[in-house]
């Protein structure tokens, strides 16, 4: 069985940083593209950002304007999305999502990902 689980999110002052960790398990780590996606109450899910399955590509939702940075860990079967730079604005439940074995494209796409975390919450507030 598929797990993935989120952790390393909390209340963090604008301007501030955080590190958030996506452990996987029960799946072949390696072969799988990985995202980040965010919700803010009332607004429809969001790409942040994904890591190809090689990791030889990574990509951003426009908003990140650099702030943001992806990675990965195929020794540790974990993801990683480094946030600096918070805003207000960013405030969401951040959730990780893996593609299927060997997928390539469309990352930004929330309904070809296969497998999501319960996600964990961010909150930027002074």
Known sequence: QVQLVE??????QPGGSLRLSCAASGLTFSRHPMGWFRQAPGKEREFVAAISWSSGGTYYGDFVKGRFTISRSNALNTVYLQMNSLKPED????????QGE?????????????????????????
Do not use: D, E, H, I
């Open 91 to 98: 405030t969401a439940v951040y959730y990780c999502a893996a």
């Open 102 to 126: 060997y997928f390539s494209g469309r990352y930004s796409q929330n309904g070809l990902y296969v497998y999501w975390g319960q996600g964990t919450q961010v909150t930027v507030s002074s």
């Open 7 to 12: 952790s390393g999110g909390g209340l963090v």
